[in-house]
């Protein structure tokens, strides 16, 4: 696994001229790659938080704003369903996430948005004390999610984000 997400499997470094395809094959197969890392992390629990700590690293680089927004959407949909299960073994990804999910819950690309949304309430959830500090930060983050133009897959994640922090921080700020 953590050779496919280092982009380092033997099937990713084909050597032909089929370009377009590879990157086709290779997207597909990092997708089942992030699935397999979240049904894992379903399975285990937090017995995961050790296998997820050296995978974090290598899904940092699918993050960057120079990346596809299907690879940032992988990655932070994978972090986020990982987080889920692992609870409050997912505290040492928040803070190198928070700026992540502040660009992301403004990016031009529906799917990040989506899943920024789902990520941030999965922290709130998942590390309510952690996450406290940044609740408002959030919460003005999530409310663009909430207008009418926004496709409705996102804003049911944002609905979903705001009623996470409802549920963990009965003590929020102020709601949108």
């Known amino acids: 696994i953590l050779l496919f997400l280092a982009e380092k499997a033997p099937c990713q470094n084909a050597d032909d001229d089929e370009e377009e395809d590879d990157e086709d094959h290779d997207h597909v197969?990092?997708?089942?790659v992030s699935e397999l890392l979240g049904v894992?992390?379903?399975t285990w629990g937090t017995a995961f938080a050790a296998s997820f700590e050296r995978a974090f690293p290598l899904l940092q680089k699918f993050l960057k704003p120079s990346r596809q927004p299907s690879d940032r959407l992988m990655a932070i949909g994978c972090i986020a369903e990982c987080?889920?299960?692992l609870r409050e073994a997912s505290i040492p990804y928040?803070?190198?996430m928070l700026p992540v999910l502040a660009?992301?819950?403004k990016d031009e690309s529906a799917g990040v948005r989506?899943?920024?949304a789902f990520c941030c309430?999965?922290?709130?959830?998942?590390?309510?004390t952690t996450m406290?500090?940044?609740i408002a930060q959030v919460l003005t983050g999530l409310e663009p999610l909430l207008g009418e133009e926004e496709e409705e897959e996102t804003k049911d994640n944002a609905v979903g984000a705001v009623a996470r922090i409802i549920q963990s921080c009965p003590t929020s700020p102020q709601l949108p």
């Open 103 to 105: 660009q992301g819950l």
């Open 40 to 42: 894992m992390a379903k």
């Open 114 to 116: 989506r899943n920024s």
């Open 121 to 128: 309430g999965v922290f709130c959830l998942a590390a309510p």
């Open 132 to 134: 406290q500090p940044y």
């Open 94 to 96: 928040i803070l190198p």
């Open 83 to 85: 987080s889920s299960h």
């Open 29 to 32: 197969l990092i997708d089942a």
